[in-house]
T-cell receptor, first 111, second 114 residues
Framework: GENVEQHPSTLSVQEGDSAVIKCTYSDSASNYFPWYKQELGKRPQLIIDIRSNVGEKKDQRIAVTLNKTAKHFSLHITETQPEDSAVYFCAAREGAGKSTFGDGTTLTVKP | DSGVTQTPKHLITATGQRVTLRCSPRSGDLSVYWYQQSLDQGLQFLIHYYNGEERAKGNILERFSAQQFPDLHSELNLSSLELGDSALYFC?????????????FGEGSRLTVL
């Protein structure tokens, strides 16, 4: 089955700096790669996603890149703000619909 | 509000007991997924149902079972509960079965086994 590894497990940055979270996956059949943000005590919510036929996608301060050959994808957050502090999960979805999540990255943005 | 409803929000029970968690997906969504999130852990996939049929199984214990009913709501049954089953159980829904679409998560059911 699919295996998703996510790094780093914790990340601390100063407000205004950039943050990068990286994930690798094992199953070349995975074709959809979402990123979810989970604030403390709340449900995960989608912040950005990318499909396997696209290399990069950007939405304001958030961007995701995908390297299918190397089987890795990354989340980039620029100009970080304290409200970006949360746990971020990457995931890889197979054609059958099962999404495998990484273990999460706890991002702390210091004011 | 994601449109996915989970009940109960909190549940405290004793070891050896059995509980049922309920999930109503978003209107129009045919797929329901169950995930387990233990303290400070990631989201562990348990099971996926599409339009009443089981589509995929993760590392779901034999003590756990689930089903999706004709009205598309789903129930996750946890039996012979152990302390280690304490976790936040999320239900998520999506429109199709194998589509590349967003998972909409409910608020979760927090289970505490004493």
């Amino acid at each position: 089955g699919e295996n998703v590894e996510q790094h780093p497990s914790t990340l601390s940055v100063q407000e205004g700096d950039s943050a990068v979270i990286k994930c690798t996956y094992s199953d070349s059949a995975s074709n959809y790669f979402p990123w979810y943000k989970q604030e403390l005590g709340k449900r995960p919510q989608l912040i950005i996603d990318i499909r396997s036929n696209v290399g990069e996608k950007k939405d304001q301060r958030i961007a995701v890149t995908l390297n299918k050959t190397a089987k890795h994808f990354s989340l980039h957050i620029t100009e970080t703000q304290p409200e970006d502090s949360a746990v971020y999960f990457c995931a890889a979805r197979e054609g059958a619909g099962k999404s495998t999540f990484g273990d999460g990255t706890t991002l702390t943005v210091k004011p | 509000d994601s449109g996915v409803t989970q009940t109960p929000k909190h549940l405290i029970t004793a070891t050896g007991q059995r509980v049922t968690l309920r999930c109503s997906p978003r209107s129009g969504d045919l797929s329901v997924y169950w995930y387990q999130q233990s303290l400070d852990q990631g989201l562990q996939f348990l099971i996926h149902y599409y339009n009443g049929e089981e589509r995929a199984k993760g590392n779901i214990l034999e003590r756990f079972s689930a089903q999706q009913f004709p009205d598309l709501h789903s129930e996750l049954n946890l039996s012979s509960l152990e302390l280690g089953d304490s976790a936040l159980y999320f239900c998520a829904s999506s429109q199709g079965a194998g589509d590349t679409g967003e998972l909409f998560f409910g608020e979760g059911s927090r289970l505490t086994v004493l």
